[in-house]
């Protein structure tokens, strides 16, 4: 069994792809992992928007994903806040063999909560609390 804390210098970046322009107020997460399967928490909440393009993603797992999984992992956010769209449901899913999230949300009930979040669903405080688990 390993557990460790994230910091601002090791892991845990938020990312948009196509952009380097964003910044975190706060970014801390923690991790267990016992043999293959990873837990990982984390809180992310921004300070500067920046310049946006693509869609949302949190990068920075602390173990790459399994690449024979046969069931793409999801993640719950269990918390945010400050986002320029209201969502009912924000979560999404780790993308295989990487260390990345993509996010995803629900606006009204529905049947599918499969909508990316990009540029326009984020403001400058924007928070995201959420944990994923996952085989590493």
Do not use: H, M
């Not at 920046?50 to 269990?78: C, H, M, Q």
């Not at 529905?110 to 928070?127: C, E, I, K, M, P």
């Amino acid at each position: 069994k390993t557990d460790k804390f994230w910091s601002d210098d090791e892991l845990l970046n938020i990312a948009l792809r196509g952009t380097t322009d964003l910044w975190a107020a706060t970014q801390v997460g923690e991790y267990i992992k016992i043999g293959k399967l990873v837990w990982c928490s984390f809180f992310v909440e921004l300070s500067t928007e920046g310049t946006i393009t693509g869609n949302l993603r949190i990068k920075g797992l602390p173990f790459t994903s399994d690449t024979t999984a046969k069931v793409e992992p999801g993640w719950l956010a269990s918390e945010w806040s400050s986002l320029a769209t209201s969502w009912v449901y924000v979560g999404g899913g780790i993308i295989t063999n990487s260390t990345t999230l993509f996010i995803t949300g629900l606006a009204a009930a529905g049947t599918a909560f499969n909508t990316a979040l990009a540029a326009a669903d984020v403001n400058d405080t924007s928070r995201l609390v959420g944990s994923v688990v996952y085989e590493a």
